[in-house]
């Protein structure tokens, strides 16, 4: 499982997701809680690449207001506690945008 850790930085982190449900893994270990779980684009992104973490917002869901995104999401959330939505470094690369 790809996290983005403390240090912004795009890091593997080892977990057991023995059963699916639907499109949702179950992981029984290697979360302790709080950790900012990649779980969309992930073709963007590899390991020690620079990467900022947001909420994950279901579709069709409102946006968060600015304080909602500032503030840490509990680990209850869905996906795991959070979306990292992780957006590799321009100069990595090399893309302009």
Sequence with gaps: ML???????????????????????????????????IVEGLQKVKVGAPAKAVPFQPAGAPAPTAKQASEPQPATDTKAGAKAEAQADAKSDGKQG
């Design 3 to 37: 996290v983005v850790g403390n240090d912004g930085k795009v890091a593997a982190l080892p977990v057991k997701a023995p059963q699916a449900i639907g499109d949702s893994w179950i992981v029984t270990e290697g979360l302790k809680g709080g950790e900012k779980v």
